[in-house]
C-alpha cells in the first residue's frame, strides 16, 4: 500500500503516547485506510507524517513541523478555503481524499474537538461543481462475477470452475451527482467490456470474484477491489431492498444483485459512510430509480468504434469536442439535455418503433419553427435540477440552489405553453409531464429571499413576511440599529464633544470613543470599556442593554433562519421523484428540439426505419462531422443488402475512402438514435452492432505491438458479428508486411463473406483485392476515382461501382517534380503488373518474397492451408503462431 495511506507508522507503534488529537488523526487513518486524510485543525486541513511528505510533493506545499510533548511530526497543510482545487490534484494523482472536519465548535470541547469523516472524494463520485468537469454524466461502477459462494456448488469453489450461464457478470453505474443508476449483466466478458466502455466509468470497484486480469476498464479509470462483505449477495439483497425494494424484481441475476449492492454501500461510504454502529448518514436518499437494461436492447458501439468514429472524445487530452458527432448533433439549451442527448448517442436503439417514436417528435418539431425557436430559449433558463435535487435531498444545498430550483420552475408553465400547438404522440406526452411542481416553486418564492448569499447561517436567506416570529426579531435588530445610528448626533449634541465617535467590534462591542483631549467632556454615565493610544472608549446603560437586544436578536434570527431554511429544504427534498421526473421530461424536450435544430440547420432527411437485416440505402449520403469542416462536400450513396453486402473499395490515397464508411455508419446511428439524417434519402435496416477496425494505427501507448492489436481486434468482430451487423474494415493488414497483409485481408474478406454474412464495407489499398469482390457471389467492388489536371490529380471524392484502374499516385509524383524517367519507368511497372493481373486473374504482389514465388493456376498447398483456417475459432496467440508457421513453411519452400 502507498505509505501515504494508512495510520503513520511512527504513530501506530506508540499509539498510547500520543496528544488525544494525534490518537485522534492516526484512528481516522486507520479507519479510512484507503484514502488520505486531510484533518481539520482551524482554518487548515493538515497532514502528517508520510501523507505530509507525499501532499507536500503533489501539492507545492511546505513540509513543517508539529512537535509536542511526544515528537516531532512532519506536516504539512492547505488552507480550508482553498482546498478543492488541492484535491483536485490528489485525485489526479490517484489517491482518495477522506474529509476529516472538526465537527464540534472548539469553544464548546472539553479535551480534543470532536473530528469525523464527512465525506470521502474519490473521481467517480463527485458532487461538488467545483470538481465535476463540466455538465457530463461521470459515473463509478461495480464489477461483480458469478453468483457468490452460497449458490456455487459444493466443494466447486473459485477454482472448480466457473459457473456459466447467464448473468456470470453483473455491472452497476451510478452518477452520485444526479442519481443515475443503472444495472446490466451478460455472461459474456466481451460484452461486459463493451458496456463499460459506453459509459466510461472514472472508478470502478471490483468484487472478490472478478479476475485480476479483467481488461475491461480503461487505463484512466480507477480500479479497486472493494469490500467483499459489501458483494455478499444477502447483503445487498438488504441493501437494495432498503432502496428499491425486491430487487429481483428489477435484476436478472446474482451477479447484478450483488453488482448493484456493493455499489450503493460504496457510494454511503463516500459519503461520510455508514460507520459500525450501523448509523445511516451515508444514505443517499434521492436515488429513486435504478435502471436495467438488457446490452442487446441498443446497438452495439465497441469501444474501437466509439474511438474511430469520434462519436465524443471524453475525456480526451487533445479532444477538439467541435469535431466529434456530439460537437455537430450538440444544440442543446441546458445541461440536462446535453446529458441526455449524450446518454442516446452511447445507446443507438433497436426497436424500431422506439426510434419512430422520437424521430415523430423530431419531425414535428422540424415544422414548428416558432414554436421550436421558443422552446429552445425557454430552457436555456433551466438549471441543472437534476443535480440540484441530489443537492437538495443530501441537505447540502444552499439558498441560491433553491432559488435556481424556483427559477425553473418558472419556466415550466411557459415552456408548456408553447407547446399548445403539439400533435405527435411522444411531445403530448412530454408536454403533459411538464410538473410545474406549483407548491413546491409558491414555498420557495415565500420562502427563500431573492438574490440570497452563499452561506446559510448568517442570514439574508429567509423572505420577509414568511415567519411572523422572525420578523419580530428583525424588527428588534432594526429598532436597535437604528437607535445606535442615531446616537453619535445625540451623544455630540449632550456632550459638545464634535470628534465623538460611536462604532462597533467583534470583541467590545459598540462603543462611543473620545480622543484624549476631550476627556475632561465625557457625562458620568460612561463607562470605560477600552483604552487606546489616543482615546478611550465607553459604554452607557442604556447602549448595553441596547446592545444586548440586538445581538441577541440577531444571533436569534440567524439560527431560526437556518432552521427555517433546514425545514423548507426537507420539504423540497420530499418532492424529489417529481423533480426527477420533471427533469426527465425536459431532458427529453431539449435533445428532441437539438435533434431537430440540426436537422433543420443541415437539411438532414427523416430516414425510414427498417426490420433487422433487410439492408442499407442511402441516397446522397454526407459524413455529418467532415461535411462542416469542407467547403464543398460531395455525396455519395450505398445499397447494401442480402445480395450485395461486402463491398471492396478502392482508390487512391486522400480519395475519401475513409470518410465514406465512415459517413455509413455513423448515418446508422444517427438513424437509430432517432435523428435525421445527413442524406438526401435513407433506408435503414436496424443495424444491432457496428464494429470498425482502422489498420496501420499504432497502439504503442498501449504497449502491444500493432499485429498484436489487429488480430486481436479482428478476432471480435469476427465472433460477434450477425446478419445485421455492420462491418467497418479500413486497410486492415497494413500493419504488417505486404504478403502477410494480404493474406489476412483476404483470408477475412472470404470469411465475412462465407460466414458471417454481415454487411462490411472494406477499404484497402490492396488492388488485389477487387479480383477477390468480382469472385465472391455478395461482394462487390466500389471505386474513389480522381480527375488528371494539368497540376497534376484533383480527387473528385465521388464513389462508382467497379474497381479502380488507374494509379494516381505516380501522377502525384509527377506533379511534385520527380523526374520524367522515373514516372515513364513507373507507368511501365504498372502496365507489367497488369498485364499480369490480366493473365492469371490472380494476384501479384510487388513485395519482393512473393514474387520471388512462382505463379500457379492452382492453389498451393499454403493456400489450401490458409483456406482451412477457422479464423473465427483462433484466438490471437493461435493467430500469431499459425502465421509464423506458414511464413516459415512459405520460406522453406
Ligand atoms: P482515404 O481514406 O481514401 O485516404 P479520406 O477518407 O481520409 O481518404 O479523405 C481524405 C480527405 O478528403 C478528407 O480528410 C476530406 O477532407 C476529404 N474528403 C473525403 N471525402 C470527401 C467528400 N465526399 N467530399 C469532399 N471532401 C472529402
Ligand atoms: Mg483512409
Not at 511530526?73 to 477522506?98: K, Q
Request: a negative charge.
Amino acid at each position: 500500500m502507498d505509505a501515504a495511506l494508512g495510520a503513520p507508522e511512527k504513530m501506530r507503534e506508540r499509539r498510547e503516547e500520543l496528544t488525544p488529537m494525534m490518537r485522534q488523526y492516526c484512528e481516522l487513518c486507520e479507519r479510512y485506510d484507503d484514502a488520505l486524510v486531510l484533518f481539520q485543525v482551524g482554518d487548515f486541513y493538515e497532514t502528517f507524517c508520510e501523507a505530509a511528505e507525499a501532499s507536500a510533493r503533489l501539492l507545492e506545499i511546505t513540509l513543517t513541523k508539529r512537535e509536542d510533548s511526544t515528537g516531532t511530526y512532519p506536516m504539512a497543510g492547505i488552507p480550508i478555503d482553498s482546498a478543492e482545487s488541492y484535491i483536485e490534484t490528489l485525485l489526479d494523482a490517484g489517491y482518495r481524499v477522506a474529509v476529516a472536519d472538526q465537527v464540534q465548535d472548539p469553544e464548546e470541547a472539553s479535551g480534543v474537538v470532536d473530528r469525523a469523516v464527512t465525506r470521502i472524494v474519490t473521481p467517480g463520485t463527485l458532487t461538488e461543481d467545483e470538481l465535476l468537469a463540466g455538465d457530463d454524466n461521470n459515473y463509478v461502477a461495480a464489477l461483480a462475477v458469478g453468483s457468490e459462494r452460497e449458490s456455487r456448488p459444493e466443494g466447486g469453489g473459485r477454482d472448480g470452475g466457473s459457473i456459466p450461464g447467464a448473468g456470470e457478470y453483473g455491472l452497476a453505474l451510478l452518477d452520485v451527482s444526479t442519481g443515475d443508476f443503472v444495472a446490466t449483466g451478460s455472461d459474456s466478458a466481451e460484452t461486459i467490456r463493451d458496456e463499460i466502455s459506453r459509459f466510461a466509468p472514472a472508478e470502478a470497484i471490483v468484487g472478490p470474484d472478478v479476475p485480476e486480469d479483467f481488461e475491461g476498464f480503461d487505463p484512466d479509470c480507477m480500479v479497486t477491489p472493494y469490500d467483499p462483505s459489501t458483494f455478499d449477495l444477502e447483503v445487498a439483497r438488504e441493501r437494495l431492498d432498503a432502496y428499491f425494494g425486491v430487487p429481483e424484481k428489477r435484476l436478472a441475476s446474482d451477479a447484478e444483485i450483488r453488482a448493484c449492492g456493493a455499489l450503493l454501500a460504496y457510494a454511503e461510504y463516500t459519503r461520510g459512510g455508514t460507520d459500525a454502529d450501523g448509523d445511516e448518514a451515508g444514505r443517499l436518499d434521492y436515488l429513486n430509480h435504478l435502471t436495467r437494461y438488457e446490452p442487446r436492447e441498443y446497438m452495439l458501439l465497441d469501444r474501437v468504434a466509439l474511438r474511430s468514429l469520434e462519436l465524443f472524445e471524453r475525456r480526451a487530452v487533445h479532444g477538439d469536442a467541435e469535431h466529434t458527432l456530439l460537437g455537430v448533433l450538440d444544440e442543446t439549451a441546458c445541461a440536462l439535455g446535453r446529458r441526455q442527448l449524450t446518454d442516446w448517442l452511447r445507446r443507438p436503439l433497436l426497436d424500431p418503433d422506439r426510434i419512430d417514436t422520437r424521430l415523430d417528435a423530431v419531425e414535428e418539431l422540424t415544422t414548428l419553427v416558432g414554436a421550436r425557436e421558443e422552446i429552445h430559449d425557454l430552457l436555456t433558463r433551466v438549471y441543472d435540477i437534476e443535480r440540484l435535487i441530489a443537492r437538495i435531498s443530501r441537505g447540502r444545498a444552499n439558498a441560491r440552489d433553491l432559488r435556481a430550483l424556483k427559477d425553473t420552475l418558472d419556466v415550466v408553465p411557459e415552456i408548456r405553453e408553447a407547446m399548445d400547438g403539439v400533435e405527435s404522440g411522444s411531445l403530448s406526452d412530454l408536454r403533459a409531464g411538464l410538473d410545474d411542481l406549483e407548491e413546491v416553486r409558491g414555498l420557495i418564492e415565500r420562502a427563500i429571499q431573492e438574490s440570497p448569499p452563499i452561506e446559510i447561517t448568517e442570514g439574508d436567506v429567509i423572505a420577509p413576511g414568511y415567519s411572523e416570529r422572525l420578523d419580530e426579531l428583525r424588527e428588534t435588530e432594526r429598532d436597535g440599529k437604528q437607535w445606535i445610528d442615531s446616537l453619535e448626533k445625540r451623544e455630540r449634541e449632550r456632550t459638545g464633544i464634535d470628534s465623538l465617535k460611536v462604532g462597533f467590534n467583534q470583541v467590545h462591542g459598540y462603543y462611543i470613543e473620545v480622543t484624549n483631549p476631550n476627556l475632561d467632556g465625557v457625562p458620568d454615565d460612561y463607562n470605560r470599556r477600552q483604552t487606546l493610544k489616543n482615546a478611550e472608549r465607553f459604554y452607557t446603560p442604556e447602549l448595553k442593554r441596547r446592545e444586548d437586544e440586538i445581538l441577541t436578536a440577531e444571533g436569534r434570527a440567524d439560527d431560526l433562519e437556518y432552521e427555517l431554511f433546514a425545514e423548507v429544504r426537507a420539504e423540497v427534498a420530499d418532492e424529489g421523484e417529481r423533480v426527477q421526473a420533471l427533469a426527465e421530461t425536459l431532458a427529453t424536450l431539449d435533445a428532441l428540439v437539438s435533434l431537430a435544430e440540426v436537422a433543420a440547420k443541415y437539411g438532414y432527411r427523416r430516414p425510414e426505419i427498417d426490420s433487422p437485416g433487410s439492408g442499407i440505402e442511402i441516397e446522397g449520403g454526407r459524413h455529418p462531422v467532415v461535411e462542416r469542416t469542407q467547403a464543398s462536400f460531395v455525396p455519395n450513396g450505398v445499397r447494401l443488402d442480402r445480395e450485395e453486402r461486402v463491398a471492396v473499395i478502392t482508390g487512391p490515397n486522400m480519395s475519401g475512402k475513409s470518410t465514406y464508411m465512415r459517413q455509413i455508419a455513423l448515418i446508422a446511428i444517427l438513424a437509430q438514435l432517432g435523428s435525421f439524417v445527413p442524406a438526401s434519402a435513407a433506408r435503414i435496416g436496424v443495424v444491432d452492432r457496428v464494429f470498425t477496425r482502422v489498420g496501420a494505427s499504432d497502439d504503442i501507448a498501449g504497449g502491444q505491438s500493432t499485429f498484436m492489436v489487429e488480430m486481436r481486434e479482428l478476432a471480435t468482430i469476427l465472433r460477434g458479428a450477425t446478419e445485421s451487423s455492420l462491418v467497418l474494415l479500413d486497410e486492415v493488414g497494413r500493419g504488417t508486411s505486404t504478403a502477410d497483409g494480404l493474406a489476412i485481408a483476404r483470408a477475412i474478406t472470404e470469411h465475412v463473406h462465407d460466414e458471417l454474412g454481415a454487411m462490411t464495407l472494406f477499404a484497402t489499398h490492396h488492388h488485389e483485392l477487387t479480383e477477390l469482390a468480382e469472385r465472391l457471389d455478395c461482394a462487390f467492388n466500389l471505386h474513389f476515382s480522381a480527375t488528371r489536371t494539368d497540376d497534376g490529380v484533383t480527387f473528385r471524392h465521388d464513389v462508382s461501382r467497379g474497381a479502380a484502374t488507374a494509379s494516381y499516385g505516380i501522377e502525384v509524383a509527377r506533379a511534385a517534380g520527380v523526374p520524367d524517367s522515373v514516372v515513364s519507368r513507373s507507368h511501365a511497372l504498372v502496365e507489367d503488373r497488369q498485364e499480369a493481373l490480366g493473365d492469371g486473374g490472380r494476384s501479384v504482389d510487388t513485395d519482393a518474397d512473393s514474387r520471388s514465388r512462382p505463379d500457379s493456376g492452382a492453389d498451393s498447398e499454403l493456400e489450401e492451408e490458409l483456406r482451412g483456417i477457422d479464423v473465427a475459432n483462433l484466438t490471437p496467440i493461435e493467430a500469431l503462431t499459425t502465421l509464423d508457421r506458414l511464413k516459415r513453411e512459405l520460406d522453406s519452400n
